[in-house]
Nanobody
Framework: QVQFGESGGGLVQPGESLRLSCTTSALIFRYETIAWFRQAPGKQRELVATIATWGRPTYVDSVKGRFTISRDSAKNTVDLQMSDLKPEDTAVYYC????????????WGQGTQVTVSS
């Protein structure tokens, strides 16, 4: 079921930036709205941002103005540019098609760890 791969995470200090990348199949990339989710320690996975096939983005309030989601048609990737990172952004970040955040584990990739700490 897993058809996504995430990369780009790391350890950064508050205020710094990271760029995450999501890879998927050409078929999914072409026809599906793609979303980034995150799961902080001890919390449920939550939606962060989405991008429609025609490029319209949406964001949860907590990341508006700091995160930018984008699609690269040449690479079939969906990137998440994260700026002004805060400790509360610390989480494992996943990408998937738009949909419930509580899908079974076999629907998710390994994710990429983002840690924001001084």
């Amino acid at each position: 079921q897993v058809q996504f791969g995430e990369s780009g995470g790391g350890l950064v200090q508050p205020g710094e930036s990271l760029r995450l990348s999501c890879t998927t199949s050409a078929l999914i990339f072409r026809y599906e709205t793609i979303a980034w989710f995150r799961q902080a320690p001890g919390k449920q996975r939550e939606l962060v941002a989405t991008i429609a096939t025609w490029g319209r983005p949406t964001y949860v309030d907590s990341v508006k103005g700091r995160f930018t989601i984008s699609r690269d048609s040449a690479k079939n990737t969906v990137d998440l540019q994260m700026s002004d990172l805060k400790p509360e952004d610390t989480a494992v970040y996943y990408c998937n098609t738009e949909g419930p955040a509580d899908r079974p584990d076999n629907y998710w990739g390994q994710g990429t760890q983002v840690t924001v700490s001084s």
